[in-house]
């Protein structure tokens, strides 16, 4: 792929999560966990782990972290995303490069170790372990969540044509 079809796949990926970034940012908190969100932008880069690999999935996460924190979020949204975003993102691309893994279990993994690194800086911030009980409630909302963005993901994949990401 020349450079310049390169620039623009990754201008519509990063566009695309960066809209499903403001979209969930407009829905109101429907879950009983306080702050827990699907993680849709994650389908965007699950679709790049498992059609692009790891480092453009990184690079993606990385530059959708950094965008969508500087628009809808705050400062202190973008060390949480980023802190979750690295272990999450991190782990998926090890689990996949095993094979041993399916994209659902990679995906609800990532989501398990999002909640685990956003747990990490809130202890962080508040110099004290005490938030550790709530990574018990956010382990069910990773699984929930993971599984969703994995099964979305599975299916973008299936239904995506390889020409699209080509090299």
């Not at 969930?24 to 782990?49: A, D, Q």
């Not at 400062?75 to 272990?87: C, D, H």
């Not at 372990?129 to 299936?158: D, E, K, P, R, T």
């Amino acid at each position: 792929m020349n450079r310049g079809k390169k620039v623009a796949l990754y201008g519509v990926i990063v566009a695309t999560a960066l809209a499903l970034g403001y979209l969930e940012s407009l829905l109101p908190p429907f879950f009983v966990i306080p702050g827990m969100k699907l993680g849709l932008t994650n389908v965007v880069v699950l679709v790049v782990l498992y059609r692009m690999g790891g480092k453009s999935a990184l690079a993606v996460n990385g530059l959708r972290i950094l965008l969508v924190s500087f628009l809808f979020g705050s400062g202190m949204s973008f060390w949480y995303s980023l802190a979750g975003g690295l272990l999450s993102g991190i782990s998926m691309i090890l689990l996949k490069r095993t094979g041993k893994f399916h994209i659902v279990t990679v995906s609800v993994a990532g989501g398990v170790l999002h909640n685990v690194g956003q747990i990490l800086v809130a202890m962080a911030v508040l110099r004290t372990a005490a938030v550790g009980w709530y990574l018990l409630v956010l382990w069910f909302a990773g699984l929930f969540a993971g599984a969703l963005v994995g099964v979305l993901g599975a299916f973008l994949c299936a239904r995506l044509s390889p020409k699209i990401f080509d090299k």
